[in-house]
T-cell receptor, first 111, second 114 residues
């Protein structure tokens, strides 16, 4: 299968708190997992990615963890700010050429 | 600016009509991918071209077709349009035949079928 499940579909957090989005995938051969951020009316933009040879990657306030055995990966945003409000998509690379996307999580950061 | 250019940005057309969406990939990128994003939905993979050849097909309807030209720009043709075809259509490009590196998305074409 090629499904990527993403939860939650919506997430509201207080400014300064952390946000966590979780994804699971079905293709055990997947080895590349990017996360995209899409602001309202704009294009998706890559914010961080992780490959199957590492378990965690961090970039300032954003981190991603990967558990290949359980086939799930998560995005962690710490010290959230209003500009973090957007839709976040996880994805898994299928058959080396196709990015299969999750349904997206709408994150709202309350001031 | 991602370097991927899509035209037009907006398109309004009637049911039964045919439209063509255009995508110019980033300079040096050989692969072009087309995705459909319906309202409040995720990104559905339609089709991929690599260096002029079709490489992969996703959930693309028979009414839809695409091609990549020698200069590497791509066109997505949508025919016999239905109301349900209204969506944001994104093109993305990457340097090689795999999406195992960053894929850059264009700004999208918003298609409204009335």
């Amino acid at each position: 299968g090629e499904n990527v499940e993403q939860h939650p579909s919506t997430l509201s957090v207080q400014e300064g708190d952390s946000a966590v989005i979780k994804c699971t995938y079905s293709d055990s051969a997947s080895n590349y997992f990017p996360w995209y951020k899409q602001e309202l009316g704009k294009r998706p933009q890559l914010i961080i990615d992780i490959r199957s040879n590492v378990g965690e990657k961090k970039d300032q306030r954003i981190a991603v963890t990967l558990n290949k055995t359980a086939k799930h990966f998560s995005l962690h945003i710490t010290e959230t700010q209003p500009e973090d409000s957007a839709v976040y998509f996880c994805a898994a690379l299928i058959n080396d050429y196709k990015l299969s996307f999750g349904a997206g999580t709408t994150v709202t950061v309350r001031a | 600016d991602s370097g991927v250019t899509q035209t037009p940005k907006h398109l309004i057309t009637a049911t039964g009509q045919r439209v063509t969406l255009r995508c110019s990939p980033r300079s040096g990128d050989l692969s072009v991918y087309w995705y459909q994003q319906s309202l409040d939905q995720g990104l559905q993979f339609l089709i991929q071209y690599y260096n002029g050849e079709e490489r992969a097909k996703g959930n693309i309807l028979e009414r839809f077709s695409a091609q990549q030209f020698p200069d590497l720009h791509s066109e997505l043709n949508l025919s016999s349009l239905e109301l349900g075809d209204s969506a944001l259509y994104f093109c993305a490009s990457s340097v090689d035949s795999s999406m195992n590196t960053e894929a850059f998305f264009g700004q999208g074409t918003r298609l409204t079928v009335v």
